[in-house]
T-cell receptor
């Protein structure tokens, strides 16, 4: 079974530039999550999708972050404009369970460095 | 919302000894508590989880205990091996605005000394 795919693995940009990350979840997983993991900290939920609908985006900085999952499968996370404090690993995860009480399958992550 | 704290932040153990990591949570409505292991540069992976209607769960060398009264749960690793060296994240799921949100702790670095 293929795992969660993410790209790019690494990205270096200057502040105020924009960046986009892509995620392809495990086939059949309706729930998709984007987490931000700053060095030395635990993953922090940015947004949760159920199929192509947003379930929870209360911790997403909406003035600069946006995410979509148009066809209920792949998802993109965009940051525009980036700030220094956005440097982190952006983890995508998917789950068969819809209520956050089941296993999350994480991708390898996209490491962002903002200079 | 849920707030999850982990102690100690770093734990060093001799190979073969046991390691225990404790997590406390704030929301008494929390009902699901997983533990994820993240090796250096790799993705977090679920190693064990427990639900609020169970007090203890064991899987080979790994066990998790839950104390709902004190609002804490602990990960126990017995007969530690070098491959157990990693960061371990506890998490808790609590209802929020009609949905469940999974909140992670900051992680515990476990170092197994050969």
């Amino acid at each position: 079974e293929a795992g969660v795919a993410q790209s790019p693995r690494y990205k270096i940009i200057e502040k105020r530039q924009s960046v986009a990350f892509w995620c392809n979840p495990i086939s059949g997983h309706a729930t998709l999550y984007w987490y931000q993991q700053i060095l030395g900290q635990g993953p922090k939920l940015l947004i949760q999708f159920q199929n192509n609908g947003v379930v929870d985006d209360s911790q997403l900085p909406k003035d600069r972050f946006s995410a979509e999952r148009l066809k209920g499968v792949d998802s993109t996370l965009k940051i525009q404009p980036a700030k220094l404090e956005d440097s982190a690993v952006y983890l995508c995860a998917s789950s068969f369970v819809s209520d956050s009480t089941g296993e999350l399958f994480f991708g390898e992550g996209s490491r962002l460095t903002v200079l | 919302g849920e707030n999850v704290e982990q102690h100690p932040s770093t734990l060093s153990v001799q190979e073969g000894d046991s390691a225990v990591i404790k997590c406390t949570y704030s929301d008494s409505a929390s009902n699901y508590f997983p533990w994820y292991k993240q090796e250096l540069g790799k993705r977090p992976q679920l190693i064990i989880d427990i639900r609020s209607n169970v007090g203890e769960k064991k899987d080979q060398r790994i066990a998790v205990t839950l104390n709902k009264t004190a609002k804490h749960f602990s990960l126990h690793i017995t007969e530690t091996q070098p491959e157990d060296s990693a960061v371990y994240f506890c998490a808790g799921t609590a209802p929020r605005d009609g949905n469940n949100r999974l909140a992670f702790g900051k992680g515990n670095q476990v170092v197994v000394i050969p």
